[in-house]
C-alpha cells in the first residue's frame, strides 16, 4: 500500500520551507522502517522509489510546479527511471535525500536523486517525468516559463547518454 500518511508528514513537514526555482535543490530525511524491509531484511527495492516519491513530490510542490499544473488540469507522470543500488539499507537507518531537477528538453524533465546515510551514498536515481494534458505531453519550455525560469542549462553528459542509450531499446519488447 502507498505510504499515504509519510507523504502527508513529509509534505506538511515541507510547506512553510521558501520556494525553490525550478532547478534548486530539495534536500529531506527519511527512516527504513519495518514495512520498508524485504524477506532480505533491508530495504526493499519497490520501496526505494517510494521512498524517492517522498522526496520529490515536495521538490515539484516548492518550485511551483504542482501549482501550475494542478490550475490547467494537467499532471505529471514519470516515463522513465534508472535506479543504482550501491548500499544496503536495514531497519532503522536514517537517510538523507538531495532531489532536484538537472534540466528539461523538448519532451521531459530530467530529475536526479540520491539518498545517502552518514554521508555515504546509498542509492542514486534518474528520473524522467513528462507534464501531461488531455491533448498529451506538454512541451517542459512552456511549463519552465510559467515557473519564470530560463532556458534548460545543458544536460550532464551522462544522462545525455541515457537517453541516447534508451532511444535504441525496442518498443513494443519482444514476447
Request: include cysteine; aromatic fraction near 10%.
Amino acid at each position: 500500500m502507498y505510504p499515504y500518511f509519510r507523504l502527508f508528514m513529509e509534505m506538511r513537514r515541507t510547506r512553510d520551507l521558501a520556494p525553490l526555482p525550478v532547478l534548486g535543490t530539495h534536500r529531506s530525511s527519511h527512516r527504513c522502517l519495518p514495512w520498508d524491509l524485504d524477506p532480505w531484511r533491508e530495504l526493499n527495492n519497490g520501496r526505494t522509489l517510494t521512498l524517492f516519491d517522498l522526496g520529490r513530490l515536495p521538490l515539484i510542490h516548492r518550485t511551483g510546479m504542482a501549482r501550475a499544473c494542478a490550475a490547467r488540469g494537467w499532471g505529471l507522470t514519470v516515463a522513465g527511471s534508472s535506479l543504482r543500488y550501491r548500499r544496503r539499507i536495514v531497519l532503522m537507518d536514517r537517510l538523507d535525500m538531495v532531489s532536484r531537477c538537472l534540466g528539461w528538453d523538448e519532451r521531459f524533465f530530467y530529475i536526479e536523486q540520491s539518498l545517502w546515510r552518514k554521508g555515504d551514498c546509498t542509492s542514486h536515481m534518474l528520473l524522467r517525468a513528462a507534464v501531461t494534458s488531455p491533448a498529451g505531453i506538454v512541451p517542459p519550455a512552456e511549463v519552465a516559463a510559467l515557473l519564470e525560469a530560463d532556458e534548460s542549462p545543458p544536460l550532464p553528459d551522462w544522462v545525455t547518454a541515457w537517453i541516447e542509450a534508451d532511444a535504441t531499446r525496442p518498443w513494443p519488447p519482444s514476447h
